[in-house]
C-alpha cells in the first residue's frame, strides 16, 4: 500500500528536457471530474477521476512560458510503482 509520501515522490515527467520552476505537486479530493493523465496517453484508457476519489495534482511553469497541470489518480500511480517496483517495493 503507496502512503501520501510516496504518491508525492512519484515522477510521471522524470527525465523530461524542459525547465520546470515554480512546481506545487499535492494529494488532493476531486471536487469535479478531471481526465487521468496516465489514462489520457495513446495506450490509456480515456478514464476520468470521479467526484470524492483522491488524486495527484502537478502545476508548474514550464520553460518558462507555459503552466503546465496533470491529474493522476492514485490506482495508476498504484499500478504504474507496482510494475516498476514489482511486489518486493525494491526497484527491478
Given at each position: ?6 504518491y508525492l515522490?512519484?515522477?510521471?515527467f522524470e ?78
Amino acid at each position: 500500500m503507496n502512503t501520501d509520501a510516496d504518491y508525492l515522490r512519484f515522477d510521471p515527467f522524470e527525465g523530461e528536457e524542459a525547465d520546470i520552476a515554480c512546481k506545487t505537486v499535492a494529494i488532493k479530493r476531486a471536487r469535479k471530474k478531471h481526465p487521468c493523465f496516465l489514462g489520457a496517453g495513446p495506450q490509456g484508457d480515456h478514464h476520468t477521476i470521479k467526484p470524492g476519489e483522491r488524486y495527484r495534482s502537478e502545476k508548474a511553469l514550464i520553460d518558462g512560458s507555459f503552466w503546465g497541470r496533470s491529474a493522476i489518480c492514485l490506482p495508476c500511480i498504484d499500478k504504474f510503482l507496482a510494475d516498476v517496483l514489482g511486489s518486493t517495493g525494491e526497484p527491478l
